[in-house]
Nanobody
């Protein structure tokens, strides 16, 4: 089993910044994929950014140039630096990591990000 603890959400004005963190613990040998998803009320959960163990990254088009994903393998932690935030970035943000040796992926508990206009 892998446990994930997220932190860093909150309320910020448009144009502001937040940094999300997600620390993994438990049965970790190595984690290939670490990513952030978000889900706004009434909408589907979308992949926002992802980084692999080989440092390959993916970004949702609407966040390119504003968000940066990074990982600290020694700490089993993934970060999401969010700059120039917009009201449409408001959502619950979830981290997801995996796969473990059994091929499982794990979700964090979610952290609320609210951007006021």
């Amino acid at each position: 089993q892998v446990q994930l603890v997220e932190s860093g959400g909150g309320l910020v004005q448009a144009g502001g910044s937040l940094r999300l963190s997600c620390a993994a613990s438990g049965s970790i040998f190595s984690i290939n994929v670490m990513g952030w998803y978000r889900q706004a009320p009434g909408k589907q959960r979308d992949l926002v950014a992802q980084v692999t163990s080989s440092s390959s990254t993916y970004y949702l088009d609407s966040v390119k140039g504003r968000f940066t994903i990074s990982r600290d393998n020694a700490k089993n932690t993934v970060y999401l630096q969010m700059n120039s935030l917009k009201p449409e970035d408001t959502a619950v943000y979830y981290c997801r990591v995996g796969p473990d040796r059994g091929g499982n992926y794990y979700w964090g508990q979610g952290t609320q990000v609210t951007v006021s206009s």
